[in-house]
């Protein structure tokens, strides 16, 4: 099987981060930068797939800057064959313009199946996945989380989750998919990992985007929660708690 | 003038509720920009054709019904060719999809297939000359991002619960449709939709949440935040990434970062540290309650109310109570 996952760069929310001085754009400065959650369980199950399917190749592309190098690498350190690096001096937060790009170069790369995360965490969109697919005319599944495929038939079944529902789908190769949490948890590179990907091929050409219709004109950062308090300690504090819930609050 | 479109998502041939949040924002949108229809799509099986009362008292003009033997389950690709040929037939200045795993689904689809403009997950919007400006939560909701959407007609998916349905009744106008594609011809076939449990409220829709943690220690004890929300009687249970990890709950539990975003009235906190990838999922409730022993956790920060102490001994106590409050109503 050949298999695409496209993968995004994005700065690690567990870290405190500010504005930048545009309005527009988070202060990288200080920042630690890594893939995006989802593409990891997209990577891995590319992975498992290959593992399963027999011989195989795993394809990452990204687009981004000269920094989109290090995710590429990180995912060829996991186990992804070779890389391709669709160079943008930014990336878009227009999804469709980057899903341009992206649909340029699978056009006929000849792929199976072509993956995707669920979302990036950084813009929160999920759209590049389903637009990548419907550029390329390909059926697609999103938020997929589980995955069975029939390689010989040339048909997959998938399931996804939907709000106190589980959806079931069949569909037929060749097909992309975005994929959700909890599929498969993702490996970790290996030293031995981190040694061949520096043998591995990655090819880096401009990135053909698509015209850019969406962008952000500020970028502000949320309101505070108003402090809290402790309003006492154990069981004790129960009736206070009633209380207010009730006469302050008014939820009860 | 021109119209907006409002997908009116349905389960079972029923609205959900996030069909009444989006013909309602479609409405008041109309209404706040000079006036103009609201068409109301309902896509499904046969005899859905009668939701379109529902549709219409939360202000649909027109209700746009298509009905097919092979759409009981739905289907992205017959619905999201049918959005599009609507859309393309002209007279619309936006279309609006809730930001529910179907509507996230299809607006990229139908972006894609007209090159249109589209904004995901946002919780407001305004229409403008030459599109719309909208707000979305980025960063997981660690910034608000105020987007540019440029184009007409333009496309947004507007996040469950940020908009309140409010009834603002319209004739709604029955109008039949053909489908986009055949059913018969789309690749990806739905099978079944499985429901998960009949009487389990869904986390995004209850009014109350109890969340546990790893305060809980074991899975089985989950009984007590499982015996609190019965006693609210309108709470889902949820739960943090480390708990769904270990496999105490199910994945579709999570709540946070990479699970479930959720803007519950009240929101309790049980055993949870207060991670910043749980944060993100909850920080938006009304009102934040937080149990734990640890009084130096992060959760206190967020928390409007915090009880310090453990939860063996508090959690009982509250159920209790809540059980004891809620008979008096």
């Known amino acids: 099987m050949k298999i695409a996952v496209c993968i995004r760069r994005v700065p690690d929310t567990e870290m405190r981060f500010s504005i930048g001085p545009d309005r527009q754009s988070v202060d990288p400065t200080g920042l630690k930068f890594d893939l995006s959650d989802f593409d990891g369980y997209a990577l891995e199950v590319a992975l498992r797939l290959k593992e399963s399917q027999g011989p195989g190749e795993v394809v990452v592309l990204s687009v981004g800057p000269e920094s989109t190098l290090e995710i590429i690498r990180k995912a060829l350190s996991i186990g992804a064959d070779r890389g391709i690096h669709l160079a943008a001096a930014q990336v878009p937060f227009d999804g469709l313009a980057v899903a341009h790009a992206l649909a340029a170069e699978l056009k006929d790369g000849g792929f199976d199946l072509i993956l995707f995360g669920r979302m990036a965490t950084d813009t929160g969109n999920g759209t590049v996945g389903p637009m990548t697919a419907e550029l390329l005319g390909l059926p697609c599944v999103s938020a997929v989380s589980a995955l069975e495929l029939a390689v010989g038939a040339g048909t997959g079944t998938a399931e996804r989750e939907l709000e106190g529902a589980t959806e079931s789908l069949r569909f037929p190769l060749p097909a992309v998919l975005t994929i959700d949490e909890g599929i498969a948890r993702p490996r970790l590179p290996t030293l031995k990992g981190i040694m061949a990907a520096k043998k591995k091929p990655v090819e880096s050409r401009p990135a053909a985007l698509g015209s850019i219709r969406l962008t952000i004109a500020t970028l502000e950062l949320p309101p505070e929660r108003a402090a809290g308090r402790i309003i006492g300690e154990g069981a004790g504090a129960v009736p206070e708690l009633i209380r207010l819930l009730r006469d302050e609050a008014k939820v009860l | ?329």
């Open chain 2, 1 to 329: 003038m021109a119209n907006i479109l409002a997908f009116a998502e349905l389960r079972g041939g029923a609205p959900r509720k996030v069909a009444f949040e989006v013909v309602s924002a479609a409405r008041a949108a109309a209404d706040a920009s000079g006036g103009g229809e609201v068409h109301a799509l309902a896509l499904g099986g046969p005899g859905i054709a009668s939701v379109a009362g529902q549709l219409a008292r939360y202000g649909a003009d027109v209700v746009l019904v298509l009905e097919h033997p092979g759409l009981e389950h739905g289907n992205p690709e017959v619905f999201s060719a049918t959005i599009a040929a609507r859309l393309r037939t002209g007279g619309y200045r936006a279309g609006i999809f809730p930001a529910s795993a179907q509507g996230r689904d299809l607006a990229p689809r139908v972006a894609a297939a007209l090159d249109l403009p589209l904004a995901s997950d946002i919780t407001g919007f305004d229409m403008t000359s030459d599109g719309l400006i909208a707000r979305h939560p980025a960063y997981i909701g660690k910034a608000i991002a105020t987007l540019r959407l440029t184009g007409t007609p333009a496309l947004v998916s507007l996040r469950p619960g940020a908009v309140a349905p409010v009834e603002h009744a319209r004739a709604g106008r029955v109008e039949m449709l053909e489908p986009g594609l055949e059913p018969g011809q789309a690749r990806v076939v739905v099978t079944a939709v499985t429901e998960r449990a009949a009487a389990r409220l869904d986390l995004g829709e209850a009014p109350v949440v109890v969340s546990g943690g790893r305060g809980l220690k074991a899975a089985e004890n989950f009984k007590l935040v499982e015996d609190l929300a019965a006693a609210f009687g309108n709470a889902a249970v949820g739960a943090t990434r480390a708990v769904t990890d270990d496999g105490w709950r199910p994945s579709t539990d999570q709540i946070g970062q990479t699970g479930r975003m959720v803007s519950p009235s009240l929101y309790i906190a049980v055993g949870i540290s207060g991670a910043i990838q749980h944060l993100a999922g909850m920080r938006t409730a009304r009102v934040i309650v937080a149990i734990n022993r640890d009084k130096d956790a992060p959760i206190f920060k967020v928390a409007d109310y915090g009880i310090v102490g453990d939860l063996f001994e508090v959690l009982p106590r509250l159920t209790e109570e809540v059980r004891k409050a809620r008979a008096d109503h």
